[in-house]
């Protein structure tokens, strides 16, 4: 679904199917391509800026741990809208190989269009 046939919203939603997708096909250039440099992560850790792509992915198998295998959103819950950012209220579990789940981890993703391109720019996670 294009922008043009539902809005912000769908643009967003679409921004996070990618994401996942790109994350689950361990794809760091479709994954980085998902995401605005900078992009912020605030998590009980602090604060997490990448001013760009090339730790992100690596960064990102380093806190899911080596028995991560895949990841899917629970729900994705748009709480505000712009003509230009949606906040969106999503949980997503992280699974084993065999499907069993490791965790499952409430956020609020921020994603904005920034020069025509809509990109998650900062998240605040429950995540490690």
Request: no cysteine; net charge neutral; hydrophobic share 45%.
């Given at each position: 679904?294009?922008?043009?046939?539902?809005?912000?919203?769908?643009a967003?939603?679409?921004?996070?199917?990618?994401?996942?997708?790109?994350?689950?096909?361990?794809?760091?250039?479709?994954?980085?391509?998902?995401?605005?440099?900078?992009?912020?992560?605030?998590?009980?850790?602090?604060?997490?800026?990448?001013?760009?792509?090339?730790?992100?992915?690596?960064?990102?198998?380093?806190?899911?741990?080596?028995?991560w295998?895949?990841?899917?959103?629970?729900?994705?819950?748009?709480?505000?809208?712009?003509?230009?950012?949606?906040?969106?209220?999503?949980?997503?579990?992280?699974?084993?190989?065999?499907?069993?789940?490791?965790?499952?981890?409430?956020?609020?993703?921020?994603?904005?269009?920034?020069?025509?391109?809509?990109?998650?720019q900062?998240?605040?996670?429950?995540?490690?």
């Amino acid at each position: 679904m294009s922008e043009a046939e539902g809005g912000p919203e769908a643009a967003a939603l679409v921004v996070l199917d990618r994401h996942i997708a790109a994350l689950n096909a361990r794809d760091p250039a479709a994954l980085a391509a998902t995401l605005h440099f900078p992009h912020y992560r605030l998590s009980g850790a602090g604060m997490k800026i990448w001013d760009g792509p090339v730790h992100y992915f690596s960064d990102f198998r380093e806190r899911a741990g080596s028995d991560w295998h895949h990841s899917a959103w629970d729900f994705r819950n748009v709480v505000a809208a712009s003509p230009d950012k949606v906040h969106l209220d999503v949980q997503f579990t992280r699974y084993r190989e065999d499907g069993s789940a490791i965790a499952s981890y409430r956020s609020i993703w921020v994603v904005t269009r920034i020069d025509g391109r809509w990109a998650a720019q900062l998240r605040s996670s429950f995540a490690t």
